[in-house]
């Protein structure tokens, strides 16, 4: 620069181009983890959806676009709605179940007493251990295999309760049961975790304010655990929708039990119906996408105004 | 019985009832395990009289069928399908480790390649530059190994432009720090106006350098003839004629340099001063007798990280420094430091091959003055006393 003429001030980038520039450069440093997502979630949705929108399936000579065909064929099937009531009516009373028996577990568990610790690990025990094992235990126990000195006994109880509630109703029960046994035990243990988690004095205070251990649970003991209790029930949906494993070994892989899930699985791999099958896994979706909704909005409400 | 022991017995039967009731399963199928076949069809489904492992030992039996009460059951290689669960488990969880690592550096790649491509790539083609015989008038660009460096180490001029860069970096930045204490110091005792100094003091920094150099290119060497020239004039001749030629512009440019950098210093180290707790020098103004105490072993010390950091900039500034030097002497080389030499070599010689070895002649200097830097700006941790 000569020292005569004026020079100019450091350049001045206008703040527009600046700002487009940090964007751009935050969208080359996302990609990767973008793809991944893209690739690993959302492409199989994505092959899935497109999928139930064709007569992909073993059987079939060729694969083409048959638009909505498959949602029309499921939802005029009544088996379908079969499927669909079973697995709401095993999501909500598996639910519930899970939270009495796990908010039940945690108050117990949360009081020190003396081999609290050996209780503890008995009841993470039955999340614990491989559910491959302990169904083999329910299965024996509850659907004898071989002539044992309990089969006639359990044998009366099936066919009371099917007799009473319908075919099937016992394959229900047991089903569960054992997904409230293991489901309760990881509730439980993620509920004690949240009530440690709540200041003492909390509690404390709580004991002047109220007049019963009622009011004091109803008040304050269930408010502070909402957080916790809606995640517990999103995990339970999840298990519950999505659940193939409980029901597929309790029940030897037949379809005595429709749950939506397990029955795409066997329309699926079973049947070689992908589409069909495509078209059952998705109608799940909207459930799934409601339950998340709801759930949000009570794991984190609006915030009202500080009284 | 009281009603708090009451209490206490309820919630241990509670307990025990709850273990029971998660243990159960896990109990009934132990129990199965032991039993033999007649006692699996007329025993008690809750316990065992005759306990036997042969349903274990069963396990580890060759292949073959087995009757078992009244069922003929295939045998199962059961011990090879165990070492088979052994490899899957091993194997996944090889996997998930190996995939989540290339994962990691899979996420890791854009800054990579950013800091490769931005840092990485110009300083080690720089580095290959300065082994070949690249230049504008070169016919061609060849290998030459360290020849270029040893062309600029046997140059009288390197070694005088090496000192003087050397010898700028400590006037400047000794002359920085001292002014810059000093403004910090001042300017952090509260009182009337002290916002309107502190805007005066961070003006020089803040100011233009292109304009500011300007004003003192005109007061230190006044391009026309003017009322002060003369004055001017013979201060120029007293100094370079007892230091030596170069000597006035060397100190007009070392003048310029402190005189900006000194505003960044003092502004930096006020910073650094309020950060430091008010508590501290309560305690010092009890605990020793005069200020010059308070100040060489509290306030001193309290600052060192940010001292640390100034004369690391200092020395950036200093060692590279190009625009300073460059418009104080119009471009032409009276004033050889390193940098602005390279600069004059590469961009104006076309010298691009020495211009390297010139730039890259400093790195050792760099890498030392940082190791120097960190030490005392991060010291081995003293055990407490």
Request: charged content about 10%; overall charge positive; proline content about 6%.
């Amino acid at each position: 620069m000569r020292p005569g003429s004026v020079p100019h001030g450091p350049a001045q980038a206008p703040a527009g181009s600046v700002r487009r520039r940090e964007i751009l450069v935050a969208y080359a440093l996302l990609t990767p983890a973008v793809l991944l997502v893209l690739g690993v979630l959302a492409y199989p949705v994505a092959w899935e959806v497109w999928i139930s929108l064709t007569s992909f399936a073993s059987r079939a000579e060729s694969r083409s676009f048959v638009g909505v065909a498959n949602y029309r064929t499921m939802l005029a099937d009544a088996f379908f709605w079969r499927a669909l009531a079973t697995t709401v009516v095993y999501f909500v009373v598996t639910t519930l179940a899970k939270l009495a028996v796990g908010v039940a577990l945690a108050l117990l568990l949360a009081r020190p007493c003396r081999g609290r610790a050996l209780v503890f690990l008995a009841v993470f025990l039955p999340w614990a251990y491989p559910g491959g094992v302990t169904v083999v235990a329910w299965y024996w126990m509850l659907n004898p295999p071989l002539i044992t000195s309990y089969s006639v006994a359990v044998g009366h109880w099936k066919h009371a309760v099917d007799g009473v509630a319908g075919a099937g109703a016992y394959t229900f029960a047991s089903v569960a049961l054992f997904n409230i046994w293991r489901g309760a035990s990881f509730t439980a243990v993620f509920l004690l975790a949240g009530l440690n988690a709540i200041p003492r004095e909390l509690f404390d205070y709580a004991r002047l304010e109220t007049r019963s251990a009622a009011q004091r649970f109803r008040h304050v003991t269930l408010p502070l655990l909402r957080p916790f209790l809606a995640l517990a029930v999103f995990l339970s949906f999840t298990t519950a929708f999505a659940d193939l494993a409980n029901v597929w070994m309790l029940t030897g892989g037949r379809v005595i039990f429709p749950v939506v899930g397990t029955y795409a699985y066997w329309l699926g791999i079973r049947s070689g119906e992908f589409a069909e099958a495509a078209a059952w896994s998705l109608s799940l979706v909207p459930l799934l996408l409601l339950a998340l909704a709801v759930l949000f909005r009570w794991f984190d409400p609006p915030r009202e105004a500080p009284a | 019985m009281s009603r708090g022991r009451l209490a206490r017995w309820i919630h241990g039967a509670a307990l025990a009832l709850v273990a029971a009731y998660s243990v159960f399963p896990i109990y009934f199928i132990t129990v199965q395990s032991l039993k033999t076949p007649q006692e699996d069809v007329f025993g008690s489904p809750f316990y065992v009289a005759d306990p036997t492992v042969e349903n274990y030992a069963e396990l580890l039996a060759g292949p073959g069928t087995r009757v078992r009460g009244f069922v003929v059951l295939p045998r199962v290689p059961f011990v090879r399908w165990l070492a088979n669960s052994a490899v899957v488990l091993g194997a996944s969880l090889v996997v998930t480790l190996v995939a989540g690592v290339l994962v990691a550096y899979a996420l890791l790649t854009p800054a990579v390649l950013l800091v490769l491509g931005v840092l990485a790539y110009p300083v080690a083609w720089e580095v290959w530059i300065s082994l070949t015989s690249f230049a504008s008038r070169a016919e061609s660009r060849s290998f030459v190994g360290v020849a270029n460096y040893r062309t600029m180490l046997a140059d009288a001029f390197f070694w005088r432009a090496l000192a003087t860069t050397v010898v700028y970096f400590v006037v400047t930045t000794l002359a920085k720090l001292a002014v810059g204490v000093a403004l910090a110091l001042l300017l952090a005792r509260p009182c009337r106006g002290r916002a309107l100094v502190f805007l005066a003091v961070f003006l020089p920094w803040a100011y233009p350098g292109g304009v500011t150099v300007v004003a003192w290119y005109w007061m230190l060497n006044p391009p026309l003839i003017t009322s002060y020239s003369v004055a001017v004039g013979h201060w120029k001749h007293a100094v370079d004629g007892v230091a030596g030629a170069g000597a006035y512009t060397f100190a007009s440019v070392a003048l310029f340099n402190i005189w900006r950098g000194a505003s960044f210093t003092a502004v930096f180290l006020l910073a650094g001063l309020n950060a430091i707790p008010r508590e501290l020098f309560d305690y010092a103004r009890l605990e020793t007798r005069s200020a010059a105490q308070r100040f060489r072993h509290v306030t001193l010390p309290l600052l060192r990280p940010f001292l640390a950091l100034a004369v690391f900039l200092s020395f950036t500034t200093a060692f590279a420094d190009l625009a300073n030097v460059w418009m104080l002497t119009g471009g032409r080389v009276i004033f050889p430091v390193v940098g602005t030499y390279a600069y004059w070599l590469g961009i104006r010689s076309g010298e691009f091959a020495e211009a390297a070895a010139w730039s890259l002649s400093l790195v050792p200097l760099l890498l030392l003055a940082l190791a120097v830097l960190f030490r005392w700006f991060d010291p081995p941790r003293e055990a407490p006393a």
